[in-house]
């Protein structure tokens, strides 16, 4: 069975794309730009005797998206995608009162409107073939709404306010939608922030590791979560 990771190149996508390797997926990479990384996470998983394979596209690009998923149902036929791992996302973080309109639109394009860009067109092959598993990955930032990322938190908020309601659309197809909503988590993303000082507001006194957070994803991504739809399992070591 395939698993796409959107996103799947660097942090905690690629921790993600391992994992589901490691069960047994067949993972889809896909990224927007950096190969090198993307070629690394493949190696990666050739190395522990997985497969998996590159899907080059920008979530935020709906053509793009349609094409580069219509490109790969048709070079697989008779297969589906089973596993959505709605992981590719940005953040542009500033004031709002400073806030220029492309990063407002780059970020709420790179995590909501992926959303729909990437999970519409796989719903239906999930349904018919009765089994599907969609994981978003939100953020706490979505939960509690942080300063400097009103943007950021509309974006995660959205995610999980569009789980809730497709959780209710496919749950008697066996089909499960569920939001994860890290905290922070070590990867590029969180680089040029002050850790020693974010550490202190964080209960568990630490950053979480991106293989943490791929460890809850591949729980949502197995036939053992099968009960849990709809929720958001906030990973922060505390932070709320
Ligand atoms: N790290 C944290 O503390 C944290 C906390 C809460 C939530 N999150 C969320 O977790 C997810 C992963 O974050 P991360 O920390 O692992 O980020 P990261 O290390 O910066 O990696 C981002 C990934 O997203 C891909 N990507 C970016 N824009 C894309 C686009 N338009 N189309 C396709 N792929 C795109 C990147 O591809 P390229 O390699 O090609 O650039 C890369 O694979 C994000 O949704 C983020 O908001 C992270």
New binding site residues.
């Given amino acids: 069975m395939y698993a796409l990771v ?10 993600a794309a391992i994992k589901l390797a490691q069960m047994g997926y067949k993972v889809i990479i ?6 090198a ?2 070629e690394e996470t493949l190696s990666a998983i050739r190395a522990n005797g997985g497969e998996g394979e590159l899907l ?6 709906q053509a793009a998206s349609q094409q580069a998923l219509e490109q790969w149902q048709a070079d697989h036929k008779g297969e589906y995608i089973a596993v959505l791992v ?6 542009r973080d500033n004031l709002l009162l400073w806030m220029e309109p492309q990063d407002w639109y780059k970020v709420i ?3 909501l409107n ?1 959303f729909y860009n990437v999970t519409q067109p796989l719903i239906q092959p999930m349904c018919r073939k009765k089994f599907g598993r969609i994981i978003n ?5 979505g939960l509690i709404g942080l300063p400097g990322q009103t943007n ?1 938190s509309a ?2 908020g959205g995610i999980i306010a569009a789980t809730k309601a497709l959780s209710k659309e496919v749950a008697p197809k066996n089909v499960t939608v569920n939001a994860i ?10 680089e040029g922030l002050d850790e020693e000082e974010l550490k202190k507001t964080i209960p568990a006194k630490r ?2 590791e ?1 293989e943490e ?1 791929a460890e809850l994803i591949g729980f949502l991504a197995s036939e053992k979560s099968a009960y849990i739809t709809g929720e958001t399992i906030a990973i922060t070591g505390g932070l709320n």
């Fill in positions: 959107t996103g799947g190149s660097r942090g905690i996508g690629r921790a896909n990224y927007v730009s950096n190969d990384k993307a080059k596209f920008d979530v935020s690009d709605n992981n590719a996302g940005i953040r394009g790179t995590a992926a990955v939100a953020s706490v930032s950021y974006a995660k909503a890290p905290g922070f988590i070590k990867t590029d993303m969180v950053f979480g991106a957070v």
